[in-house]
């Protein structure tokens, strides 16, 4: 199958740090998405990317989608308190590209 | 404009019971996914459809059946509800293969 493997699973910062989260796969991957999890809600989209070698930002947020196209990951710089959530890569592989499939997550908790 | 509208929020199921989760968009996506996330994981995928009439199995199918008769709806059938079947439901569409997918807001399902 497709499998992703996101990482890490969880991380603990204090406020004001950056992060840095990634997804890798074990097959070549035409579009990455990386989406924001709040408690109780759907994920919402925070960056696509859809060329190999392609960084993104939105504000805060900096994403890449790998050369080898295989990998993609997320930084966001200068925490604080909203970004607490779950973050998930999702991609969609070259063969198969009508299936949306997502990584296990990353828990962000930001101490104040 | 909704977006993607799942109902009921939440439902709780005896053993052997079956139900439908209900999604509906109208955004006239062609492609519609149904998502379950168990507690402190990722996302996997059941069901997808990239158009009225056609739907593919995910990565678990398993004890789920839809349908797509219209370009709206993508209805999740349980027919024999299982206590494996507790999660959260989300259901997703995108207009094409390299844009964005939309969630709802999620189906809680317990099964006791």
């Known amino acids: 199958g497709q499998q992703l493997n996101q990482s890490p699973q969880s991380m603990f910062i204090q406020e004001g740090e950056d992060v840095s989260m990634n997804c890798t796969s074990s097959s070549i991957f035409n579009t990455w998405l990386w989406y924001k999890q709040d408690p109780g809600e759907g994920p919402v989209l925070l960056i696509a990317?859809?060329?190999?070698?392609e960084l993104t930002s939105n504000g805060r947020l900096t994403a890449q989608f790998g050369i080898t196209r295989k990998d993609s990951f997320l930084n966001i710089s200068a925490s604080i308190p909203s970004d607490v959530g779950i973050y998930f890569c999702a991609g969609q592989h070259i063969q198969g590209a009508q299936k949306l499939v997502f990584g296990q997550g990353t828990r962000l908790t930001i101490n104040p | 404009n909704a977006g993607v509208t799942q109902t009921p929020k939440f439902r709780i199921l005896k053993i052997g019971q079956s139900m439908t989760l209900q999604c509906a968009q109208d955004m006239n996506h062609n492609y519609m996914y149904w998502y379950r996330q168990d507690p402190g994981m990722g996302l996997k995928l059941i069901y997808y459809?990239?158009?009225?009439?056609?739907?593919d199995k995910g990565e678990v199918p398993n004890g789920y059946n839809v349908s797509r008769s219209t370009t709206e709806d993508f209805p999740l059938r349980l027919e024999l509800a299982a206590p494996s079947q507790t999660s959260v439901y989300f259901c997703?569409?995108?207009?094409?293969?390299?844009?964005?997918?939309?969630f709802g807001q999620g189906t809680r399902l317990t099964v006791v």
């Open positions: 990317l859809y060329k190999a070698g």
């Open positions: 997703a569409s995108r207009r094409t293969l390299n844009t964005e997918a939309f």
């Open positions: 459809s990239v158009g009225a009439g056609i739907t």
